[in-house]
């Protein structure tokens, strides 16, 4: 794909040379750039591209997307309404344009590791920030190629082919308004925290927009009246004017069925012109100011590093340790384990999306109640929390891996090195870290949640979910004899944190604790019977962790 990419740049080489490019220098840059781009390891595609050579990775990615639209191609099918159609594709195509460019925006602007070679080369300012921007407006044209592919067959098959340089103009429109609103994101992000803690507020944008897109992806489909879209008529709304895709989607409709009313006419107005509007203001004036905040951001990182201090531990989490540990290796782990989570970017946006799942939670928990299927009394009758207790587990399953698997992997030849006599403690301070850390204010805000609804009367079926998530995220240690890795010893996502056994356990175990549990409800003490039941199994498999041995570790 690459070979392709620079055929093509090759026919524009006279326009930048007539910019003042250094056109074959550009083109080396680009090469390197679209190879690294096709070499990097993306979760997406699951073990068997990121364990193999394979040099195409980007183009499975593109092929994803294409697949994902093509789903999305559906509503063109399904729904009569031309304008509500095209605004959900439309939609999609912003939203989906925008996640990726979040996603990888850091990687393709804020990295400047490559100045560490260019800038001391006889390679001129213009022609590295043209091979930039040359590589990011080939990502975002591949990117949006890739969703708009099969959408755009699906529209001509359907409307004509009269359509189909109109639909790609309105997909471009698209692009452009995702473009605008990623840059404002980390414009804002920039103007309003300095220049140490630009990435790190960047990873908590990055954060928090995956977790609204993820409980976007969950209530949307719930809200969505599927009955009752094929007799949506193409009826404009206020609420139109406020949506971007509706812009485009106006459009559309208008030229489809020649309606030429003023609704029509001004959204056509605001989705031709705000795009290219969005576009002047992101050149003339968010690109310069975020280009020299890039500078200043590589030469503070150039520069020398701040003075460490050291000094006796304090603050709550040595206080915390003092506590839950009982011994000095099992200590020095769970506080090393809770000072890596906090301060590795890369770590909080693998694990903390998964928050994103309390909200199809509640809407699994909630569901019957605010569809009027049973009243409040009735519900409150039910056992429905006990779906929430049991379906927060795979959560805690979720953080527990996580923390076998660092960037910095290699650095983990420091087990070998220190004089640690049982590699169970190692194990038991990780796993204690991780747990309450992460799911325990997860587990605890569930909670709340359900206390205000069943009331105090189910205090002892949470006191049981809790101490099940204990055993259930620990119980390897009763089916792993051996294959065992230190924490943050693996690469990311080239292997599981453990073995296939557990992520079997997960799906079969939860069903049946689950029903039995159920069953207890039926039984006065049922619950406290649970709660002990559970409290003894999970200090069965914390205390198999301290009789682990080096034998059993790769």
Not at 309 to 327: D, N
Not at 476 to 485: I, L, M, T, V
């Amino acid at each position: 794909m690459t070979s392709y990419i620079l055929w093509i740049l090759d026919f524009f080489q006279r326009f930048f040379r007539w910019l003042g490019v250094d056109y074959p220098l550009m083109r080396n840059i680009v090469e390197v750039k679209l190879m690294m781009d096709n070499r990097r390891n993306y979760a997406t595609l699951g073990k068997r591209y990121q364990t193999s050579d394979a040099n195409n990775r980007l183009l499975a990615v593109y092929g994803m997307n294409a697949f994902l639209g093509a789903l999305m191609s559906v509503f063109i099918f399904l729904l009569p309404s031309v304008l509500l159609s095209t605004t959900i594709l439309l939609g999609y195509v912003i939203a989906w344009v925008a996640l990726n460019l979040i996603s990888d925006y850091s990687e393709l602007l804020l990295d400047s590791t490559d100045n560490t070679i260019l800038l001391p080369r006889p390679v001129s300012d213009r022609t590295i920030w043209m091979a930039r921007l040359v590589h990011l407006l080939t990502y975002i044209t591949l990117l949006t190629l890739s969703i708009i592919i099969v959408p755009t067959l699906v529209i001509t098959y359907k409307l004509g082919i009269i359509y189909l340089p109109v639909f790609l103009f309105l997909a471009l429109q698209a692009t452009l308004m995702a473009v605008f609103f990623t840059s404002l994101l980390y414009m804002a992000v920039i103007r309003f925290s300095s220049k140490e803690r630009v990435k790190d507020m960047i990873s908590y944008v990055q954060i928090g927009m995956s977790l609204f897109f993820t409980a976007g992806y969950q209530i949307l489909p719930r809200l969505i009246p599927y009955d009752k879209l094929a007799e949506v008529q193409d009826q404009i709304q206020s609420w139109h004017f406020l949506l971007p895709s509706a812009w485009l989607g106006g459009m559309m409709d208008m030229l489809v069925h020649r309606t030429y009313d003023a609704s029509h006419l001004m959204l056509t107005v605001l989705g031709l012109g705000i795009p290219p509007l969005l576009l002047i203001i992101n050149t003339c004036y968010l690109a310069p100011y975020f280009t020299r905040k890039l500078a200043a951001m590589g030469s503070a990182d150039a520069g020398t590093p701040a003075p460490v201090t050291l000094g006796k531990a304090s603050g709550y989490v040595p206080r915390l340790a003092e506590w839950v540990t009982s011994s000095q290796t099992e200590k020095a782990v769970f506080e090393m384990s809770w000072k890596i989570t906090t301060r590795d970017r890369k770590f909080k946006m693998r694990t903390y999306p998964a928050l994103g799942a309390l909200v199809p939670l509640l809407f699994i928990i909630l569901r019957p109640l605010w569809q009027g299927k049973v009243s409040m009394s009735e519900f409150k009758d039910g056992v429905s929390y006990l779906v929430g207790i049991y379906l927060l587990q795979i959560i805690a399953g979720t953080f527990y891996d996580n923390t076998y698997q660092s960037d910095d992997y290699k650095a983990s030849w420091l087990y070998s090195a220190v004089p640690v006599h049982r590699p169970g403690d190692v194990i038991l301070g990780n796993f204690k870290a991780g747990f309450l850390k992460f799911f325990t204010p997860f587990y605890l805000f569930t909670s709340l949640v359900l206390l205000t609804i069943w009331g105090w009367k189910i205090i002892d079926d949470l006191l049981a979910g809790y101490f099940f998530a204990a055993f259930v995220t620990s119980s390897d240690a009763w089916f792993r004899p051996s294959g065992w890795r230190m924490p943050f010893s693996q690469e990311p996502k080239v292997k599981g944190g453990r073995s296939t056994l557990m992520v079997v356990m997960m799906l079969v175990v939860l069903p049946v604790f689950g029903f039995v549990h159920y069953g207890a409800t039926f039984v006065t003490g049922g619950g406290v019977v649970m709660m002990l039941l559970y409290a003894g199994l999970a200090w069965g498999t914390l205390k198999s962790y301290r009789r682990l041995n080096w034998t059993q570790f790769e």
